[in-house]
């Protein structure tokens, strides 16, 4: 996330403003936080999963609670609804796409209103179905994710969040799998097969990328793996490619040991897109394993 406070610029309501109006720049940022209002307060909290309790005044969703669905910060989010200047990434007007479950027009006039170039064309765009969070929940213990063919985690339940690594923890323009298994220590301790799950997530994404080769989120999560990674490097200029398939995955979880699972993939449109991801247990210890975490998670809060 990248956040940053603009230079002043004068107030319209100010006799020191000799234009008597709002410059171009405010008016944008007031159309932004109008328009995020609105898409906040259309969205019932029972559609992401969220309970709607009895007090509720608002419309919608809290700004604290579409702050924790895009996991950005409270303030930041905030800030953004009062029209304040500050800058906002790609990253994270995609993650607020993605929580206000934004279509692809209302992305486009999003990423227009912040004055940032969408990375994502709009037909790569995913927008999760409501129900999908809710599954999501329902699957735990067993850890589930959906990421799209980037190895982008576009969304995870909690024992998922804590299979590999604090995923919370992360920012969310680093949650991406192959990022964070070529570069991230928690996971590469976590992961007894590394070696060879790196190769084969290389070969998967120079196969995938065969049909994105010009798309700008495509090149930059390339570049920035050649830039950082030296192993990755290695792997790429080998010219692998590889098919996704099921198969069983073992990983050392901090909290509770070794794990086993049978991984099920289901897409979740017609083409590679989004992949719903679960793993089952593949034998007693597992399941007990990925109960006590979940366990842990919830006396954790």
């Known amino acids: 996330m990248s956040v940053s406070t603009g230079t002043a ?3 319209p309501a100010r006799p020191d403003d000799p234009e008597g109006s709002a410059p171009a720049d405010s008016v944008r940022r007031e159309e932004l936080a109008a328009f995020l209002r609105s898409r906040r307060e259309r969205i019932r909290p029972e559609q992401v999963g969220l309970p709607r309790g009895p007090r509720r005044r608002t419309p919608g969703l809290r700004r604290e609670e579409v702050a924790h669905l895009s996991t950005v910060g409270v303030t930041w989010y905030t800030w953004l609804e009062q029209a304040r200047d500050i800058q906002v990434s790609a990253q994270v007007l995609d993650s607020l796409s993605r929580a206000l479950m934004l279509d692809s027009s209302e992305r486009a006039h999003l990423f227009a209103l912040a004055a940032t170039a969408d990375p994502t064309p ?8 409501p129900g999908i969070r809710r599954l999501l929940t329902q699957l735990e213990p067993f850890p589930a994710c959906v990421q799209n063919a980037r190895y982008d985690i576009l969304a995870h339940n909690r024992t998922y ?7 919370d923890a992360i920012a969310p323009e680093d949650r991406n799998c192959m990022w964070l298994a070529f570069t991230d220590p928690d996971w590469a301790a976590a992961m007894p097969d590394r070696q060879e799950t790196i190769r084969l997530m290389t070969a998967r994404f ?7 080769l010009a798309e700008p989120a495509w090149k930059a999560l390339l570049r920035r793996m050649e830039h950082s990674s030296p192993e990755f490097r290695e ?3 080998r010219h692998e490619v590889a098919r996704a398939v099921d198969r069983t995955k073992r990983f050392r979880n901090a909290h509770v040991g070794m794990l086993s699972f049978s991984y099920h993939g ?3 449109g017609p083409a590679e897109g989004a ?4 793993y089952v247990p593949g034998d007693a210890e597992t399941q007990r394993g990925v109960e006590r975490l979940l366990e842990l998670i919830v006396e954790g809060g």
Request: glycine fraction near 8%.
């Open 235 to 237: 792997l790429w200029e």
């Open 9 to 11: 610029r004068p107030d």
């Open 122 to 129: 709009a037909s790569e765009t995913t927008v999760l179905p």
């Open 275 to 278: 992949r719903l991801g679960t």
């Open 206 to 212: 120079r196969s995938r990328m065969a049909e994105h």
């Open 266 to 268: 289901l897409w979740l």
């Open 161 to 167: 969040g804590r299979l590999l690594g604090d995923l």
